[in-house]
């Protein structure tokens, strides 16, 4: 069955190092995410993550697991996780639009909103409409398979 995962986290990347430590999880995350059929968009703000995640639940769980272990994340907060009809980002692996300091005001007040209340869900509906937003000026990753 999809699913759709969307989190924001605060970072733990110093701002010296953000240009690189972004880059290197993009293409990580590009290689492995068409590995495994997984779809979606990261935000990255200089002081939070947000990300919008799709594929197989058999796939999306062992990716959680390695984003809540990951040390440049902390206070991951899964806003929303449901099924998925059709995906929203299907033509990117990982969609990343490039830093983003002016979105930040509008992620941060989500990282300590408790799962599963309607102020989450209206939460994912902002993160997935900016994600939308985002990459809608970019290019496409090669498409999933």
């Not at 995350?29 to 968009?41: M, V």
């Not at 939460?123 to 809608?136: K, Q, V």
Request: with cysteine; hydrophobic share 45%; glycine share 6%.
């Amino acid at each position: 069955m999809l699913e759709t995962i969307i989190y924001v986290s605060r970072s733990q990347i110093a701002l010296a190092d953000a240009r690189s430590e972004v880059a290197n999880i993009v293409a990580t995350a590009s290689q492995a995410n068409r590995l495994a059929d997984i779809s979606g968009a990261l935000i990255y703000t200089g002081g939070h993550f947000a990300q919008v995640l799709e594929g197989a639940s058999e796939q999306l769980e062992p990716l959680m697991s390695r984003i809540l272990a990951d040390r440049r994340h902390r206070e991951v907060n899964i806003l929303l996780r449901v099924p998925l009809g059709d995906r929203r980002f299907a033509q990117w692996a990982m969609a990343y639009s490039g830093p983003s300091h002016f979105v930040d005001r509008h992620i941060a007040p989500f990282t300590c909103l408790r799962r599963g209340g309607s102020a989450c869900v209206l939460a994912a509906d902002r993160i997935l409409g900016i994600a939308t937003r985002f990459i809608a000026r970019q290019p496409p990753t090669p498409a999933l398979s």
